[in-house]
């Protein structure tokens, strides 16, 4: 079992700044693929970036340009730096590890609003 916990989410107005962290309670691997998907008020959960072990990243187009995923495999953590934040990025942030199984974190709220 994996445990996967994020921080960094809050307020922020549009055109800010956050960045949002998920501690991993294992070491990630090679061949876990990291992501970050996010859940809107009445909206499914879509893609928001993943990233391999490798370092090939992928990101929604909607955020392409904006926001930009990272791991640091010696810290067991995954980051999504977020910018030029826009309303319509608010959503709870769940991280993911894609390995032999699927994980899930608890989610961080993002709210973007002036």
């Known amino acids: 079992q994996v445990q996967l916990v994020e921080s960094g989410g809050g307020l922020v107005q549009p055109g800010g700044s956050l960045r949002l962290s998920c501690a991993a309670s294992r070491t990630m691997g090679r061949f876990d693929v990291m992501g970050w998907y996010r859940q809107a008020p009445g909206k499914e959960r879509e893609l928001v970036a993943v990233v391999t072990g490798t370092g090939i990243t992928n990101y929604a187009d909607s955020v392409k340009g904006r926001f930009t995923i990272s791991r640091d495999n010696a810290k067991n953590t995954v980051y999504l730096q977020m910018n030029v934040l826009k309303p319509e990025d608010t959503a709870v942030y769940y991280c993911?590890?894609?390995?032999?199984?699927?994980?899930w974190g608890q989610g961080t709220r993002v709210t973007v609003s002036s």
């Open positions: 993911n590890l894609k390995s032999s199984n699927d994980y």
